[in-house]
């Protein structure tokens, strides 16, 4: 055991020295997937001036006040808007056609209505400068609709260049789907982050079940080297992988904190792997360092054990990394 390298000196090791990737600016549908560079503001108030939320008569609700059948108010020459129309300048309210009569020189209101009444004023959805999403987190679809309404055509990513020497081809089909939903780009040479199969089997890591697994960094890129063995594979990419994504991504980790519904068992010397499932608001453990096809089925995420630490008793809270959405 005093042999194995500690998972966390392994990756301080690996990434001290390993800047994160050169931001790029992209179009909103071409970044999909990547992470944020730069937080996503608001380059001006939106919307930019109110908006009718309601078809209607554009009007200043306080020239309507007192409007009744008995005494209706003459409109004038309104404007009628429909949802999403920009109002006119000195209008505050959209007064509903049912709220007015036909009079001899045209439309009379017949009921008042307050101030903003069917109305989206104008910064309702946010202030110029304001944050919609911070640097670190995955521009995703709802993001660049969001982006797409306030005007915004570009963002700026980090797409980390990966490239695959995996000797099994499920193993390299699973790698190229995986780096590409955290926001990697693969690549056929070069490569910030290169992905190959253990050549060397004997065990380095006090990683359970990934002992064999490693990453280096070569001073021209990161080298994770992953088990054959399936379980170790999968331990080696949650321990390992995740974090060298994460740190060439400059993205932000993603953790849910909730209590365990039983004991966790684990040895002191070696951090292990822990696969979780969610079950009445907690946490619901399988066993540690062993990953099946079952587990793997069934895990909504996964937690690495310290080392140092001999598990969690129930009810203790234990924060685990989504396997859906790991960053931001």
């Not at 908006?51 to 409109?75: E, F, H, K, N, W």
């Not at 505050?92 to 020189?105: H, I, K, Q």
């Not at 995703?140 to 980390?160: C, E, F, Y």
């Not at 780009?185 to 697994?213: C, K, M, N, W, Y």
Request: glycine share 10%.
């Amino acid at each position: 055991m005093a042999c194995l390298v500690p998972l966390q000196t392994c990756l301080d090791d690996a990434l001290s020295a390993c800047a994160a990737v050169q931001s790029e600016r992209m179009a909103l549908d071409k970044a999909l997937g990547a992470v944020l560079a730069d937080a996503l503001c608001l380059p001006s108030d939106i919307p930019v001036q109110a908006q009718a939320l309601r078809a209607g008569y554009a009007v200043a609700a306080l020239d309507l006040m007192g409007a009744s059948t008995s005494l209706p108010i003459p409109l004038g020459k309104p404007v009628y808007v429909k949802p999403g129309d920009a109002l006119p300048e000195g209008c505050d309210a959209v007064l509903p056609a049912t709220f007015t009569e036909e009079g001899m020189a045209g439309p009379e209101a017949v009921q008042s209505l307050g101030p903003g009444e069917g109305v989206r004023r104008a910064g309702h959805d946010g202030r110029a400068g304001s944050v919609l999403v911070q640097a670190g987190c995955t521009f995703d679809a709802r993001q660049a609709l969001a982006a797409a309404i306030a005007g915004i055509s570009s963002v700026t990513v980090r797409r980390p260049r990966v490239r695959l020497a995996l000797k099994d081809p499920l193993q390299a089909q699973l790698i190229s789907r995986w780096a590409q939903s955290l926001g990697g780009h693969q690549v056929s040479h070069g490569g910030d982050l290169i992905i190959r199969t253990v050549d060397e089997p004997s065990p380095r890591l006090a990683f359970a079940p990934a002992d064999t697994a490693w990453l280096e960094n070569t001073g021209v890129g990161l080298v994770l080297h992953l088990p054959a063995r399936f379980d170790g594979f999968l331990a080696g990419l949650f321990g390992l992988g995740i974090p060298a994504l994460q740190h060439l991504c400059g993205a932000r980790a993603r953790q849910q904190s909730r209590p365990v519904i039983r004991k966790i068992t684990s040895s002191v010397g070696m951090a292990e792997l822990v696969l979780v499932a969610e079950h009445a608001g907690g946490w619901a453990p399988f066993p540690t360092a062993t990953l099946s096809l079952h587990t793997i089925a069934q895990a909504a995420g996964y937690a690495i054990i310290p080392a140092e630490s001999e598990g969690l008793s129930a009810g203790e809270i234990l924060a685990a990394t989504p396997f859906d959405q790991p960053f931001g």
